[in-house]
């Protein structure tokens, strides 16, 4: 007898099995993501990362419960294209006006928070998100980042039902900063490491001091948010991402393509489903986190992304394959303080050994015009900044003019250094017959990459766009800067940069 039909199986396990066959299977549930990105911190002013007086305990804590990355960039130094880039998961040259400060993201190049959002995720962003720029500019109808939000906690009340992703855009320790807020905060100037390319003199360390205390109101933002998330039961399935866009607002910082610019603190932890308090050197950008995120969510990555998932990295069986040899940066029209507009474009290539930049337009001020000298903070010369105002003021004294001239001077087309013996760069290689060889690889291998990514800086495309492109800051084109500053340095009431 063959059981061809239900008519002997009895109705009760009848109807489990026709439940069992019309219910939908059950999936495990994507995790939530949250990133915090501190506005401006370098990498090594975290406690985790061997700094012994900033106190940063909650990022510290992160990364004890999570993977700590050592070689991580940022694809630009500077907040709006490292964010472009970050967003779409692209080098910064493949997304024309993209590239540039107070600029646009074109409309055509997708992000990760869009992307997530088709997918049923609930996508959100507090602060700067992409940015500084126009998104309206393009018709985008949104910030790049997603909804935004005044809160986390405001985010949390008003999200569907599902998996979300949030970006935590801190407006710290962005310049300016509280003078005396480091002292205030505890922060002993004296015991502040002085890198080499400044000088070490009492208004530096007390700058560098209330740097400090902005990363230390950064750290207990992140506390406060780890807090709100562990109320809502959500926190074993939330992968937390803590990073910043770029390096610190000080002269051969922000806006150079030098370590100081582009090495960016990365910490990602999801407890029991990554690897724990690990620390990895792989070769890493801000630009692998869109592909990670869209791994996490479970939907395909777009094919033109050039950043790669991170996922082999940190999760625990991971396989570790992304293994890369060196990572390539960029750097276009920074803030507008040339004449007319131009920018200052590099490219650079960093190993573990070395950093090699080429300068493509060595003519021009890589710091800005004088006297302003506006790729460095205080760029208009109306709020503190005692580390640029020092070395100004005191720039022909034999003991400050060096660094100066390393913050201000004219660069030469081809800079070379090695990262392990001069870890504060000081000293240029690139004409030195000892490393003609490794130059020349490296210039190999970065051009090689540049085209094979289509950079029309070294592919003949259009370059001009870059300098040309519209800057939606009307009041940095003509610069005003204050009484006291005009009075302290001599200068004149207003600038005009687009004579």
């Given at each position: 007898m063959k059981f061809n039909n239900f008519k002997y199986i009895p109705a009760a396990l009848l109807m489990v099995l026709i439940w069992a066959s019309c219910a939908p299977e059950k999936?495990?549930?994507?995790?939530?993501?949250?990133?915090?990105?501190?506005?401006?911190?370098?990498?090594?002013?975290?406690?985790?990362?061997?700094?012994?007086?900033?106190?940063?305990?909650?990022?510290?804590?992160?990364?004890?419960?999570?993977?700590?990355?050592?070689?991580?960039?940022?694809?630009?130094?500077?907040?709006?294209?490292?964010?472009?880039?970050?967003?779409a998961g692209q080098d910064i040259w493949r997304l024309k006006e993209g590239a540039n400060l107070w600029g646009v993201l074109p409309v055509q190049y997708k992000v990760y928070p869009d992307i997530l959002e088709e997918s049923g995720y609930a996508v959100g962003y507090q602060g700067k998100g992409w940015g500084p720029g126009s998104f309206e500019a393009n018709k985008r109808l949104r910030n790049p980042g997603g909804n935004k939000f005044s809160s986390f906690s405001e985010f949390l009340k008003n999200k569907p039902e599902g998996p979300w992703s949030y970006w935590l855009s801190s407006l710290h320790p962005?310049?300016?900063?509280?003078?005396?807020?480091?002292?205030?905060?505890?922060?002993?100037?004296?015991?502040?490491?002085?890198?080499?390319?400044?000088?070490?003199?009492?208004?530096?360390?007390?700058?560098?001091?209330?740097?400090?205390?902005?990363?230390?109101t950064f750290d207990k933002e992140i506390g406060e948010t780890l807090k709100e998330l562990k109320a809502t039961g959500q926190l074993e399935n939330t992968v937390i991402v803590i990073c910043s866009d770029n390096g610190w607002q000080m002269p051969r910082g922000l806006a150079n393509l030098y370590d100081f610019g582009t090495h960016v603190p990365l910490i990602i932890s999801w407890p029991g489903k990554f690897k724990?308090?690990?620390?990895?050197?792989?070769?890493?950008?801000?630009?692998?986190?869109?592909?990670?995120?869209?791994?996490?969510?479970?939907?395909?990555?777009?094919?033109?992304m050039t950043g790669k998932s991170l996922l082999p990295i940190v999760e625990k069986d991971g396989k570790d394959d992304l293994q890369r040899e060196y990572v390539v940066l960029g750097r276009e029209r920074h803030a507008f303080v040339r004449q007319h507009g131009l920018g200052y474009p590099g490219r650079a290539i960093r190993t573990k050994e070395f950093l090699y930049?080429?300068?493509?337009?060595?003519?021009?001020?890589?710091?800005?015009?004088?006297?302003?000298?506006?790729?460095?903070?205080?760029?208009?010369?109306?709020?503190?900044?005692?580390?640029?105002?020092?070395?100004?003021?005191?720039?022909?004294?034999?003991?400050?003019?060096?660094?100066?001239?390393?913050?201000?001077?004219?660069?030469?087309?081809?800079?070379?250094?090695?990262?392990?013996?001069?870890?504060?760069q000081l000293h240029n290689l690139a004409a030195d017959p000892a490393y003609a060889k490794i130059k020349q690889k490296l210039a190999v291998q970065m051009r090689d990459y540049l085209v094979k990514t289509q950079d029309p800086r070294e592919t003949g495309g259009d370059t001009k766009v870059w300098d040309t492109a519209d800057y939606f800051s009307e009041v940095d084109k003509k610069p005003k800067p204050s009484k006291e500053m005009q009075k302290r340095f001599k200068l004149d009431s207003a600038y005009d940069y687009l004579k």
């Open positions: 999936k495990q549930e994507r995790p939530n993501i949250l990133m915090i990105m501190s506005d401006n911190q370098s990498w090594n002013h975290v406690g985790s990362y061997g700094d012994k007086t900033v106190r940063t305990p909650n990022m510290d804590l992160i990364a004890k419960q999570g993977v700590r990355f050592t070689n991580a960039f940022c694809s630009s130094p500077s907040c709006t294209p490292a964010r472009a880039g970050m967003l962005h310049r300016p900063y509280v003078e005396g807020s480091g002292e205030k905060a505890g922060i002993d100037p004296a015991k502040v490491k002085v890198p080499g390319y400044l000088p070490d003199h009492i208004d530096i360390r007390k700058d560098i001091a209330d740097y400090y205390a902005a990363i230390e724990q308090d690990v620390v990895v050197d792989n070769m890493v950008t801000l630009n692998d986190l869109a592909p990670t995120f869209l791994a996490l969510g479970g939907t395909k990555i777009p094919a033109e930049i080429k300068n493509y337009e060595s003519n021009r001020w890589p710091a800005g015009d004088p006297p302003f000298y506006g790729d460095i903070d205080p760029y208009m010369f109306n709020w503190p900044g005692a580390t640029k105002y020092y070395l100004i003021e005191n720039r022909n004294a034999p003991k400050v003019k060096p660094f100066f001239e390393l913050a201000m001077g004219k660069r030469p087309a081809e800079e070379l250094f090695d990262i392990n013996k001069d870890p504060d």
